[in-house]
Nanobody, 124 residues
Framework: VQLVESGGGAVQPGGSLRLSCEIS????????MAWFRQDPGKGTEREFV??????????FDSMSAQGRFTVSRDLGTNTMYLQMNSLKPEDTALYYC????????????????WGRGTLVTVSS
């Protein structure tokens, strides 16, 4: 399974971005998909952002994402999305998508496949 993120870029505070995660490869069987982010300058652990149950569509948000970010997926195109609104400078990070066997896990170690990330920069 290959995961490829896109949609990152530079945006002013208060702006919006929509990230995409395209899934390709063999038959996709992972029940859990998620978005994580990591400060590119600090190399700290990846922070859980949001997750979605791939087949059922239930979503799970972190505290930082609630009310501003929305995770969704398109089963027809095997693509997961993260709509980010009201962006803040502290949202600046590399955003990764991940696939795993556990639904709604916030633990990065429970995910088996990762994309390479897409950079989001929020600055005035």
């Amino acid at each position: 399974v290959q995961l490829v993120e896109s949609g990152g870029g530079a945006v002013q505070p208060g702006g919006s971005l929509r990230l995409s995660c395209e899934i390709s490869g063999r038959t996709f069987n992972y029940p859990g998909m998620a978005w994580f982010r990591q400060d590119p300058g600090k190399g700290t652990e990846r922070e859980f952002v949001a997750a979605i149950e791939w087949t059922g569509g239930r979503t799970f948000d972190s505290m930082s994402a609630q009310g501003r970010f929305t995770v969704s997926r398109d089963l027809g195109t095997n693509t997961m999305y993260l709509q980010m609104n009201s962006l803040k400078p502290e949202d600046t990070a590399l955003y990764y998508c991940a696939a795993g066997d556990i639904i709604a896990s916030s633990d990065q170690d429970t995910y088996d496949s990762w994309g390479r990330g897409t950079l989001v920069t929020v600055s005035s």
